[in-house]
């Protein structure tokens, strides 16, 4: 599901360990998220112009 | 830590929204510890495993969905729990995905004064358009405030917002709070 141009982020150095738990947490969870929607076959109705 | 086999009607009567997908890393918490055995926390579900030698009660284990079997799920530790103050980075990275930017970080009145407690990062998904997520956490709490175009991307969100504030306790080892909103504009960055 990776775009050509997908960024790996890189979180600085001194995000806690629990924190940088969190981001991780969360990012999975949009990218679920966008899974379900486009599974759904919402595509055209969920896209909006960036 | 051998792969540990979880009952998929427990796990999913529990947490229903959670996603057992093969390669699916989760995170779950050591509750109690008896002899080679104990007792974890994954999303809310208390489980029986056998433990490393070296996992205590508190720690955080990270746990890779290996297999889907039938009603059972085969899960094994994705990382050993952290020795020290700071989790291995490479293991501790957001996995890659879609794009993903990381627009700050900052300690926000971080009890020590040097480290982050703050987090803002834009996800563009290939669905649910530009989404801006700012994870803050403190001794007490996990917050996540996350903003998506109004419609229904926000509807969607709005709807799976449980499984989220689950996520990240289960993640941060503390409570969590969820907000989900629209974006002003899809032009601005929330930070």
Redesign the interface.
Known sequence: ???A??????????????????????????????Q???AAG??S?????? | MRPLAVDLVLLRSTAPDLPLVVGRVLAARVLERHGQHGVINLAGAFLTAELPDEVQPGDRLRLVVQEMRGDRAVLALAQEPPSGPQVPPALAEPPAGDRVVVLASDGEGGADGERAQVVTVRFEGKTIGTVELRVALDDSLVHALAAFSDGAPLELARGRAGTLRDALAAAASRPAEVEVVARPNPLDVYV
């Open positions: 599901m990776s775009d141009g997908a960024l790996q982020p890189a979180l600085p150095a001194d995000v806690p360990p629990a924190l940088r738990a969190a981001v991780s947490a969360a990012l999975d969870w949009l990218r679920d998220l966008d379900e929607a486009d919402e595509a109705d969920l896209r909006r112009p960036r």
